[in-house]
């Protein structure tokens, strides 16, 4: 009879342990499902001019031109989303000769400042998605009295550059700090 109550426990401990073996792998193979989207910010800027045609240029003497130049922190498409950020131009020319006699007109000095040592014009403000900056500048008034007159025959071919770069705001409170820590080397490299 001892035996066979050794037995009955034995194969009652089995069950238990099966029971509980089975409810154990049951709780460690149960999962549950869930989408968790993440949006990546961007920072995508553009250059917006109006230019109208200047018509004929090597007839003009001391020619004035309208173009305004503006720069944009565009509107994200469905997938992500613009940042804030500061932006910086920099305005050159396709020939230096008659770009020493370019004076750009109504040149923003309240919203926009020059740095003479990296040739840049920062805007002073940050930008949000959607928004523009106020026009760095209006217009272009070419001084003929300042250049070589061979160099007017080249009118019809000058051209004028804008060139801008963004970074993302972030933190930074003011466009000086955000772009002095961009532009610093990184220590210990």
Not at 100 to 127: C, H, I, P
């Amino acid at each position: 009879m001892g035996l066979r109550i050794l037995k009955r426990t034995a194969l009652l401990c089995s069950l238990t342990g099966i029971l509980w073996l089975g409810g154990t792998a049951a709780f460690f193979s149960s999962f549950d499902k869930k989408d968790n989207p993440i949006a990546v910010g961007k920072n995508e800027t553009e250059i917006e001019e109006e230019f109208p045609d200047p018509g004929d240029l090597d007839e003009r003497e001391d020619p004035r031109y309208e173009k305004e130049v503006r720069i944009s922190n565009r509107t994200s498409g469905e997938s992500g989303f613009n940042v804030d950020c500061f932006v910086r131009a920099a305005v050159s020319f396709s020939n230096d000769d008659v770009g020493r006699a370019v004076t750009l007109t109504d040149l923003d000095t309240e919203n926009w400042t020059f740095n003479k040592a990296d040739g840049f014009y920062y805007y002073r403000r940050k930008l949000r998605e959607g928004e523009s900056t106020t026009p760095l500048f209006t217009g272009v008034f070419i001084e003929t009295a300042k250049m070589d007159p061979l160099y007017k025959q080249l009118f019809g071919e000058f051209q004028i550059y804008i060139y801008e770069e963004s970074i993302q705001a972030g933190d930074f409170q003011d466009y000086r700090s955000a772009w002095e820590y961009y532009l610093s080397p990184v220590a210990g490299v």
